[in-house]
Every structure is written in structure tokens, then in C-alpha cells.
């Protein structure tokens, strides 16, 4: 998740921004900070690139964090992801645990194509630089 996250943001040279902070870096050492912790781990609204300093040594920033999420997908934001911290606790309460094997290795997979797909899209920005 933290590999397609970072990638997803990154522009054609592979460099990404901060998204509390708008340190500019290659993908590959930035990290995929969370908004909400624990229960969210691979909704895409809540994870987005963050700096080492950004994401750990200042806690990931929330306020900031929170403003720029209102920024990016508008003031609905927050309740949806309260929600949806909500729904996986009381799933998670339910069942006794997180995921089931074959629940991770369907999301495993969805994240692997992703990834493929962002690898197609970078060798068109390639060709396209190239040419």
C-alpha cells in the first residue's frame, strides 16, 4: 500500500509532495502517512506521501493534515472517514481480528494492479519524453 500510495502522487520524474509540508522528493523516500491510524490502513483517502519529519518525528501533522484533506475532497471528508473508522471497529470487534487470509490476498492483488497500472502509465510518460 505504502509503495502504490507514494507512486500514485508522484509526477513523471518520479519526485512527490509532501502533503502537509510540500517537501519535494522521489517517491522512493517519502513515506505513506495515515490520517486516521489503525482501522484505515488501505483506505486511499486517508494515507497520502508524507516526509520523515512530517509523517514521524511531527506526528504526521494532523492539523494540517486535516485542512489539506478538506482541500483535496472537500469538507464530507471527515465524516467519511469517521465513519469509516466506525464500521471497521465494530467489524473488527465482531470477528476478533482485521482481515482473513484470503481478505489480504484480494487486497494484495487489487494493489498489484494498480502498481501495473501505474508502471504503464510511466513508460508512456517515457516514450513520450523520448520522442
Not at 22 to 45: C, I, M, N, R, S
Not at 83 to 109: C, F, H, N, S, W
Amino acid at each position: 500500500m505504502s509503495i502504490y500510495i507514494r507512486r500514485k502522487y508522484a509526477d513523471w520524474k518520479g519526485d512527490v509532495h509532501c502533503f502537509t509540508c510540500y517537501l519535494v522528493g522521489p517517491w522512493t523516500e517519502l513515506q505513506a502517512g495515515h490520517y486516521k491510524h489503525k482501522y484505515l490502513d488501505f483506505d486511499e483517502k486517508n494515507i497520502h506521501p508524507q516526509c520523515d519529519v512530517c509523517n514521524r518525528w511531527s506526528y504526521g501533522r494532523p492539523g494540517v493534515y486535516k485542512q489539506r484533506l478538506i482541500a483535496t475532497y472537500g469538507d464530507q471528508v471527515l465524516s467519511y472517514l469517521d465513519d469509516a473508522v466506525k464500521k471497521e471497529k465494530q467489524r473488527i470487534d465482531k470477528l476478533g481480528y482485521a482481515y482473513t487470509k484470503p481478505e489480504l490476498e484480494a487486497i494484495i492483488i487489487d494493489l498489484e494492479i494498480k502498481i501495473k497500472l501505474l508502471d504503464a502509465k510511466e513508460s508512456t510518460y517515457a516514450l513520450a519524453v523520448n520522442q
